[in-house]
């Protein structure tokens, strides 16, 4: 590892465990990163009021999305668990503002999710780059069907598709040895997927249920038009 990293990080078993210093140079960190998303707000649009209510939504959504994978409906033994809809609400962003401010929004939350979490057992960094950054990361891919009819609920379900390509490479690549022996010798090859769709295909499918019940998709196209004050393209559902 290099000698920065070494700073942050304590061997322990193995593996890399995050030292007190860690945590404050993350949450530096992730101010850098709402900085960032300022300026590139700034630059997609101008009108001030506009860009204060942007920035306000996704910090509100980045909020509900943190506070709520606290709230876990079923947690399975080596990580991964089925929350209260973080997923859907980093996904929001992106379906708002488009893929720029959806990326930028999801990469803030894998920085926090990699704080909540994943600092207190690090194997290596690709580790932590699948794991977290890009598997948290990739829920802004959302953001591309932005302007789309039915963009919601088809850029959520890619984007949960997508963190769970890099969680089951990570699966491949780092935790094959903590297979359990009662998993079927024969189907190994599928255990990363099964073990990582799991709880996110269960999260994304209670998800789907609440998103099609008809008050909450008026409350959506409510939300949606008061936080784009209806200037974009296309529909919102």
Known sequence: ??????????????????????????????LLLIVIAASIMTREDKE???????????????????????FKLFELPLGGSITLFSMFFVCFIGYLYGPVTGLTAAFAYSILQFLQSGGSYVL?????LLDYIFAFTALGIAGFWYKKKHGLLIGYIVACIARGVFASLAGYLFWMDYMP???????????????????IGVEMALTIVVLLL???RKAIRMIAYEATQNRRGGKTE
């Open 48 to 70: 001030n009021d506009m860009r204060t209510v942007r920035l306000t939504v996704s910090a509100i959504s980045l909020a509900l999305a943190f506070v709520t994978s606290f």
């Open 124 to 128: 290596s960094i690709p580790q932590v």
């Open 214 to 216: 008809p008050p909450v």
């Open 181 to 199: 022996e009662s998993f079927p010798k024969n189907l190994a090859f599928l255990y990363p997927l099964a073990y990582n769709y799991l709880y």
């Open 1 to 30: 590892m290099f000698p920065f990293l070494l700073s942050i990080f304590k061997e322990q078993d193995g593996a890399f465990v995050l030292q007190q210093s860690g945590y404050v140079i993350f949450s530096i960190i992730i």
